[in-house]
Each structure stands twice: as structure tokens, then as C-alpha cells.
């Protein structure tokens, strides 16, 4: 049984990604929101546990999180202008759980 229905990332600006995390049901929310640390997440993203945010959303069943993006959106370095990519990351960390 799949505990998210869908993970997206999204550019939050030019500076952070957002990761959205929409679990099936408030079981799998309670479960996910145990189960997925913010080290976790952290590592998975190459980035620092201290500069994540992460906001649980109870009444959305929605685990939110909010990273430093490495390299500015646009720049010569940027790999994803849009930040789509961010998601495949978590979603190994999920099925891993």
C-alpha cells in the first residue's frame, strides 16, 4: 500500500523548491509523519537539515517541505529550472519506508 497518491516539487522562487507530499489518508499521514525525518529528506536533497523547512498539514493529510535550491533558478548551473525533479528524490525515500 502506497502511503502518497502524489509528491510534487515546484519552484517556491528562485531561491527554494517546495516538496508537497499528499498521503492517501490520515493513516498513511500519521504513518509518513513519523517515518519520514527532515534528516532524512535532508540528505536525499544534498542540503543541510537546519535549512529545511518542513510544515505538517493535518487537515490536508500534506507533508510540506521547503529546501534552499543549490544553485540559483536560471543560472549556467541550474539542471532543473522548474524543480520537478526534486520529487523522484523523496518518492525513493517513501517506497523505502
Excluded at 504513518?31 to 534528516?39: E, I, N, P
Excluded at 536560471?74 to 529550472?81: E, K, L, V
Aim: proline share 2%; net charge negative; glycine share 4%.
Amino acid at each position: 500500500m502506497s502511503l502518497v497518491q502524489d509528491i510534487r516539487s515546484k519552484n517556491a522562487g528562485p531561491f527554494w523548491i517546495t516538496i508537497d507530499l499528499f498521503c492517501t489518508d490520515a493513516a498513511a499521514f500519521g504513518r509518513l509523519k513519523s517515518a519520514l525525518t527532515t534528516a532524512m529528506v535532508a540528505q536525499a536533497l544534498h542540503a543541510d537539515a537546519d535549512s529545511l523547512q518542513r510544515f505538517d498539514i493535518e487537515a490536508l493529510n500534506v507533508i510540506k517541505f521547503s529546501a534552499p535550491r543549490e544553485v540559483v533558478q536560471g543560472s549556467r548551473a541550474d539542471r532543473d529550472m522548474h524543480g520537478a525533479s526534486y520529487a523522484v528524490l523523496i518518492k525513493e525515500l517513501v517506497d523505502a519506508l
